[in-house]
């Protein structure tokens, strides 16, 4: 693996904090990650998520390549998603954020009480 | 460690996620905890951060119990912010953030080429 960068400007960091903090990006990724690959599954599990903004997200996620799109010559046709690598490596930094979402910022969590010892 | 939620929708990483995205935020938290402790070089090593802005940032952490401040009382006062247990902890998801961008995002790297053989 590359070295982290340690510069907290690098442009490569600086894209990526953006690109997880942009609107729904962390969830659906997350959602893909856990295995939803339809879009349906996708604009079902996503509560307040429209398709036309899910439609707009996977399509930035294909131009960033972290999402391949796959139309599945059914009756009728299926169009599925699905991660890349570099996607997947992705939904796992968004799993370390998660644990720590879960750890710190969860009811009954918090800095006062974080509950480091919660078994896995 | 708690476990990850697996849940997109988790409110708690629905927050982490907008914490991370915030404009500056990744930067100022990284440089943190890459060991830079006092306002000046916060400011010095953030270029375009405006002294108005990484105030209001570091009010937030200090309110989401990510930073402490403290005040050194030389000649003249000297303030320094460090990381919390919780802020540290964050700062390693944002390690792992940083080694994903300059493994996939990188100039060089990318979908096509991320070089995941260099050694760290």
Redesign the interface.
Known sequence: ??????D???P???????????RW????L??LF?GRTRFSELTA???GLSGRLLSERLKEFEAE?LVTRTVVPDTPVRITYHL???GR??G???????????????PG????N???D?G?
Do not use: C, Y
């Open positions: 693996m590359p070295r982290p960068s340690g907290p400007f690098s490569a960091f600086h894209h990526a904090t953006d690109l997880v903090g942009k990006t962390g969830a659906i997350f959602s856990h599990t996503v509560p390549g890349t690598e570099k490596a992705l796992g930094v968004l799993r370390h954020l998660d644990v720590w979402a879960q750890t710190w910022l969860a969590q918090g800095a006062a974080p509950a480091p919660v896995e």
